[in-house]
């Protein structure tokens, strides 16, 4: 069992920058997978970045290559997000979320934050 909350959202003007986290509990947040995903008003949850529990391989989402950035830290149970070069379209709520295994899907993973709402002005 593992339960995930995530901070760090905020207004932020575009270009700007903002790292979310997401602080996990349990003694095996070590051996999960874990996953951003955002949801806009009116969209599905879609996909930004996942990375394995070793941090050996990350994932990213088409629109965030090259603008985020996923990382862990297993010994503080924290995973995050790096966002820069924020655009107006990157507003939504932003959820982490933790499985065994990665996935691109909502569908793939078993525990999720509440969210974190990420706004950005033009």
């Known amino acids: 069992q593992v339960q995930l909350v995530e901070s760090g959202g905020r207004l932020v003007q575009a270009g700007g920058s903002l790292r979310l986290s997401c602080a996990a509990s349990?003694?095996?947040?070590?051996?999960?997978?874990m996953g951003w995903f955002r949801q806009a008003p009116g969209k599905e949850r879609e996909f930004v970045a996942a990375i394995t529990w070793n941090s050996g391989s990350t994932y990213y989402g088409d629109y965030m290559k090259g603008r985020f950035t996923i990382s862990r830290d297993n010994a503080n149970n924290t995973v995050y997000l790096q966002m820069n070069s924020l655009k107006p379209e990157d507003t939504a709520v932003y959820y982490c979320?933790?499985?065994?295994?990665?996935?691109?899907?909502?569908?793939?993973?078993?525990?999720w934050g509440q969210g974190t709402q990420v706004t950005v002005s033009s």
């Open positions: 349990g003694r095996t947040f070590s051996s999960y997978c």
């Open positions: 979320a933790a499985d065994l295994l990665p996935g691109v899907v909502p569908a793939a993973y078993d525990y």
